[in-house]
């Protein structure tokens, strides 16, 4: 099965373009940002027993593996604690979801409302393993779950915001709606619906709409 995607993904120059923007905005960010970083690190430590930073291992684009990084909004032990919430899943298999999830520490909530445990991300979009748009990158152990529908959404570079940030966050309970967003950012691509999508993005964080 093959997804289809719009002409702008064989522009050469487009993609380019794209890519210079992503390395343009993370770094920059980085720079801006990096008293705000170091900040939420040091609180991180202070309020929860762990690393201030979850690696975090997804697949990126055609079933590539790699590293990512997001700030720890979750006690120590939490991959180890899923399996005894997977009645309370709010999301259709393979991935988990939980509104309330009680392994998420204090601090962690305001982070994820605010998507500031995000941050990290910036890294992966600097050294060129994810964009700033993209579909949401899945955890490995999802992954080996997918159907072969839903690796179609693996067709391009995974990235920190997509259509389901800004579309559908906290209302879409089923996972292929999900994946129809991103397959539906596939092919009608653009650099214009990037931009539009950031702007989205950062209205949503200013709400407080992430969970």
């Known amino acids: 099965m093959a997804v289809e995607h719009s002409p702008n993904w064989r522009s050469a120059l487009l993609i380019t373009t794209k890519r210079a923007i992503d390395i343009a905005v993370s770094a920059a960010l980085l720079v801006l940002l990096s008293p705000l970083l170091l900040g939420l690190a040091i609180l991180i430590k202070m309020t929860s027993r762990g690393p201030a930073i979850y690696r975090w291992q997804v697949v990126g684009r055609e079933g590539r593996p790699f590293t990512s990084y997001k700030f720890r909004t979750m006690v120590v032990n939490a991959d180890q604690l899923k399996c005894q919430l997977a009645q309370q899943n709010e999301m259709t ?64 570079k995974p990235g920190i915001t997509c259509l389901w940030q800004v579309g559908g966050r906290n209302r879409v309970s089923d996972f292929d709606q999900w994946v129809r967003l ?9 650099l214009s619906l990037d931009l539009r999508i950031l702007l989205r993005t950062a209205v949503e964080v200013v709400r407080g709409s992430g969970k």
Not at 182 to 190: A, G, H, K, M, V
């Open 93 to 156: 298999e393979p991935v988990f979801k939980m509104t309330n999830d009680p392994r998420i520490t204090p601090i962690g909530r305001p982070l994820r409302r605010y998507s500031l445990d995000e941050l990290p991300q910036l890294w992966s979009v600097l050294v060129g393993d994810m964009s700033l748009v993209g579909p949401r990158p899945p955890m490995e152990s999802e992954f080996v779950r997918f159907t072969d529908f839903q690796k179609l959404k693996l067709a391009v």
């Open 182 to 190: 991103d397959l539906e950012y596939i092919r009608c691509w653009s």
